[in-house]
């Protein structure tokens, strides 16, 4: 029992209504209550967040930096996908 | 070149351009070691740190700064969490760090090896310890590895709260009564020294300090930010009416910095070494409630598997 660490967990915080949940960082609990609990103690002890979300760390499957390029350049190239990509007169308004 | 050379000059070209390193980023084996041992004894140093101000929660002069000084100390566990968490995104166990921490082969700041024997310290300890602290991680929000840096951004935010509560403490006895000032002169007297050997060793003496400052961990020297530590304190002290105990502290007009005397190295290494007034008593202390905690921990897993098994026995049913 003497090294054994209780699971970890990755924590996400909504810091006020209408904005996302964001991650903060994690800490070790026996469970989702217990998580949230330790949560709240942690990373909220001034008001930072209006909801908490807690997701085991090992649920979270990550993509591999090493496939970066792969994964977002096709992205670079793919100027037309912005506004400033189109070509319209000065006097055209609202929009 | 080789494969590793490959991958190293690309991971030192993403540093000079400042852009952050994440875990699972490649990274060359040092840097992650380094990592690791700077993470998790600043962890250490978090949790340790709690206790010379603990002895004090309970004989503080008023409700005003128990709950101060409670709100300060709660925030050292957290930025120990905050800690030991990015020191995990590495690759290391938390249970591996605690007990390295308690076997004594981890290193935490030796600053917390000293006794708080007045009320005073508390004072002392605010202004001048995690002033000094403050002088060390403001930079740190900017180093390489992004969980660091973002956990001290965290860290930081907190930390001017607990050296203003010091101050505050501190302004209070230097418009007190006799008594009450020269306790506030000895408590400076006794901290002011081992406050500025938190800096770490000269520059000449620190053979690390230049591939930390190439890999961005670090931003500046030792003796840089013992330096800007000196020089705001010694200005922060006359409001206190009170006098630092180096007498060879003097302006210096053509470098711009106040002059200092020569710190007492043969003190710091005996104390990193374990010969401090307290380091004995501390580890004990973590040890006894590390043990003390031990069933806590079992019965809290045992009853979250009991749980899990009586909630998937439940959807089986369903
Ligand atoms: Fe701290
Ligand atoms: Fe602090």
Redesign the pocket.
Known sequence: MKNQNWPLWEIFIRSKQGLNHKHVGSLHAADEKMAIENARDVYTRRSEGVSIWVVESKHITASDPSEGEALYEPANDKVYRHPTFYDLPDELKHM | MTNIQALESRFQAKVDDEVKIEPKDWMPEKYRKTLIRQISQHAHSEIV?MLPEGNWITRAPSLRRKLGLLA?VQ??AG?GLYLYSAAETLGVERADLIEQLHNGTAKYSSIFNYPTTSWADIGSIGWLV?GA?IMNQVPLCRCSYGPYARAMVRVCK??SF?QRQGFEILLTLSKGTEAQKEMLQESVNRWWWPAMMMFGPNDADSPHTAQSMKWKIKRFTNDELRQKFVDVSVEQAKILNITLPDPDIKWNEERGHYDYGVIDWEEFWNVVKGNGPCNHERIQTRVKAHEEGAWVRAAAMAHAEKRSQRNSKKEQVA
Do not use: S, T
Request: charged letters at 60%.
């Open positions: 740190g300060k925030d050292e930025h995690d602290a907190e930390e607990h």
